[in-house]
């Protein structure tokens, strides 16, 4: 069955500093990766998308990229704020259709002032 | 604009009692609809999803069953709730694009 994965462990990083979140994933070929912010008791909250046939995304301070031969997406924040301290997640979406997504655990970002 | 709403925020129900969980969308029309289930520390599980008036798909087999009466309402029910049916529920639409948009969701606590 499908697996994705992502950093369980928190990442602590300095204000300022890049942050780097890894979202892996097996027995699957998404048509598309999509990543999320959700803060505490809130829902997540979209922030990009990336298809199978890009290779990198660019929004404000946020990057994406996504191999499919090492079937990886690395989510980038640069110059990192205390207020983007969350939750993020990485979700998969499938070939031929919008419907289903496979969501990872999401990594907690703590960005220390 | 569009909004999503669910109710209630908290929910605190014991062992055997039934469930009634609703999501309403304004703003848009023929949404895809989707309830998602969030444990402490794991990734959301789709529970179910909608693709239009009366028109259900399940992706998990359990207690639970979804319904959607109207265009933008989805409603998440259970005749006797389990422990394990704690969680975070949460409600989700789509229209034309890839994206997902969630509601706030509703903590639920089964004792």
């Known amino acids: 069955s499908q697996k994705i994965e992502q950093n369980s462990e928190a990442l602590n990083i300095q204000e300022g500093k890049t942050a780097t979140l890894t979202c892996n994933y097996t027995?699957?070929?998404?048509?598309?990766l999509q990543w999320y912010r959700q803060d505490p008791g809130r829902g997540p909250v979209f922030l990009l998308l990336?298809?199978?046939?890009?290779k990198e995304k660019r929004k404000e301070r946020l990057k994406v990229t996504f191999d499919t031969t090492l079937k990886q997406s690395l989510f980038h924040i640069t110059a990192s704020q205390p207020a983007d301290s969350a939750t993020y997640l990485c979700?998969?979406?499938?070939?031929?259709?919008?419907?289903?997504?496979?969501f990872g655990a999401g990594t907690r970002l703590a960005v220390h002032p | 604009s569009q909004t999503i709403h669910q109710w209630p925020a908290t929910l605190v129900q014991p062992v055997g009692s039934p469930l009634s969980l609703e999501c309403t969308v304004e703003?848009?029309?023929?949404?895809?609809l989707y309830w998602y289930r969030q444990a402490a520390g794991r990734g959301l599980q789709l529970l179910f999803y909608?693709?239009?008036?009366?028109?259900i798909s399940s992706e998990v087999p359990q207690n639970l069953s979804a319904s959607r009466p109207q265009d933008r309402q989805f409603i998440l029910s259970s005749k006797k709730l389990l422990l394990s049916d704690s969680g975070f529920y949460l409600c989700?639409?789509?229209?034309?694009?890839?994206?997902?948009?969630f509601g706030p969701g509703t903590r639920l606590t089964v004792l």
């Open positions: 989700a639409w789509r229209w034309a694009g890839a994206e997902q948009f």
């Open positions: 027995n699957y070929s998404p048509a598309y």
């Open positions: 990336i298809r199978e046939n890009e």
């Open positions: 979700a998969l979406g499938p070939p031929g259709g919008y419907n289903k997504l496979i």
């Open positions: 703003g848009t029309s023929n949404p895809n």
């Open positions: 909608s693709v239009g008036i009366g028109q």
